[in-house]
């Protein structure tokens, strides 16, 4: 329990960090912007209480605002994706159930398992953040590009970085 | 009340949810507006040590390009006190009142912090209260605009970037006077929107836009940019895209200007309003 705490506590700062520290500061044109924290939210157990997940959610999103200088938007961004992640697990389930203990690793459940639970919630997060930036519906296509760039390089940073766990 | 509470456990993690996303909308709301960036002031203020520090090792890799921008800015600036110089001395007038000929003081500052990527972009200057900036002065970049001040601490201040969709400027076409407001699409950096000149108006590509200095906030005829292109735009007014002079990508140092008559023309505005 204590060591699966300090895990997640190293991994919260680590991702925190990569993402102040050097995806903030990519500014590679407006069309991009990775936002790789989220993978936090997605590498939490499976049968961690809804509550929190939602209240981790909560701090993860409030500490890339204080960051990033945008009061709410992650925070509300990330709060949504952390309440439907359950449902996506639901709707994305092995045929024979999840292991309980894992945690939703590439290592456990493969990397097509892992492919599409992490494009559905990061779409759902960057939907909800560049829609939230943009706060109007003109130019309605335009966001959507930028959503299916972003959510594209997220992924594969995230991929990433799951590989390189995977290597260790 | 047994009802209530069997409803409450059962819907718990929804009431959660919804209390949560309330807390982040409040602050989405209150915090992200033109005028009201109170919050995002202090928020900034307490990741500003990490952001001067991130700063410093990115500012030494163009360091080259500055001096060379520097070098450049004070020839401009040499030549133009040697116009007015001369100017002076063909006056027949002795008195020089040096108190009200100055309308504008300036302000050198460096941009520690800044953005492009987003939609309502902000940037952090290394000057505040202390060295005099205050709220509503205008930021300008060696070539052209560059933003407004929207919130001072002691030491820093936060301005409003021309790329923010919150930014609005009455600027006009140099060549023929007719002015419009420009503002920012969101799309790229590069560019902006000058909208509200009619139809009847001769707008060439390559005009020269400039601040009109209506807004009490920009002196008169700080260079915006160039005429990019132009369409028709409803019934009768263009829509002329503008390259903007500024690049932002490289905003480094910038010239704060306090319009020093600003209260007033305030003032005097609001006696016939």
């Not at chain 1, 639901?90 to 309980?100: F, M, N």
């Not at chain 1, 939703?104 to 779409?123: D, E, H, N």
């Not at chain 2, 929804?14 to 002031?41: D, K, P, Q, V």
Request: aromatic share 14%; proline share 2%; glycine share 6%.
């Amino acid at each position: 329990m204590i060591n699966s705490i300090l895990r997640f506590g190293l991994i919260f700062i680590l991702l925190i960090l990569l993402q102040v520290l050097l995806f903030n500061n990519i500014q590679f044109s407006g069309y991009v912007n990775p936002y790789v924290y989220i993978l936090f939210i997605l590498l939490l157990p499976i049968e961690i209480p809804a509550w929190l997940l939602l209240l981790l959610s909560f701090a993860t999103g409030l500490i890339i605002d204080f960051f990033s200088g945008s009061p709410g938007m992650h925070t509300f961004a990330t709060v949504f994706a952390g309440f439907v992640r359950p449902y996506i697990l639901r709707i994305i389930s092995l045929s024979d159930g999840y292991e309980s203990g894992p945690d939703p690793s590439m290592l456990v459940y493969g990397f097509r398992w892992f492919l599409s639970y992490t494009l559905l919630i990061v779409l759902v997060h960057h939907t909800t953040l560049f829609y939230l930036e943009v706060f109007r519906f003109a130019d309605f296509f335009r966001t959507l590009l930028r959503v299916l760039l972003s959510t594209l390089f997220s992924i594969t940073f995230i991929l990433l970085i799951e590989f390189y766990r995977r290597g260790k | 009340m047994r009802n209530l509470l069997n409803f409450l456990t059962r819907y718990n993690n929804l009431i959660i949810f919804l209390f949560l996303e309330g807390i982040a909308f409040y602050l989405l709301t209150t915090g992200n507006n033109y005028h009201n960036s109170r919050l995002l002031n202090s928020v900034r203020g307490m990741t500003r040590g990490i952001e001067a520090r991130i700063y410093n090792t990115t500012s030494y890799l163009s360091l080259h390009e500055i001096n060379e921008n520097l070098a450049a800015e004070n020839v401009a600036l040499k030549n133009s006190i040697g116009k007015l110089v001369r100017k002076e001395n063909s006056l027949f007038s002795t008195v020089n009142d040096s108190v009200n000929k100055q309308q504008y003081l300036h302000t050198s500052a460096e941009v520690i912090e800044n953005s492009i990527n987003r939609q309502k972009n902000f940037f952090t200057i290394n000057k505040g209260e202390s060295q005099g900036i205050k709220v509503d002065m205008a930021v300008i970049s060696a070539s052209g605009v560059a933003g407004v001040i929207v919130g001072c601490s002691k030491n820093y201040s936060v301005a409003m970037s021309l790329l923010n969709l919150d930014f609005k400027l009455s600027a006009r076409i140099k060549s023929n006077g007719y002015f419009g407001s420009l503002s920012w699409d969101g799309r790229d950096y590069r560019y902006a929107i000058l909208s509200e000149i009619p139809q009847h108006v001769i707008v060439n590509v390559g005009d020269t836009i400039e601040t009109t200095g209506y807004s009490a906030i920009f002196p008169e005829g700080v260079i915006v940019g160039t005429v990019r292109d132009y369409e028709k735009f409803g019934g009768d007014f263009y829509k002329i895209s503008i390259l903007l002079m500024t690049d932002f990508k490289k905003l480094h140092f910038v010239d704060v200007t306090g319009n020093m008559k600003k209260t007033e023309q305030l003032e005097l505005e609001k006696l016939f309003k």
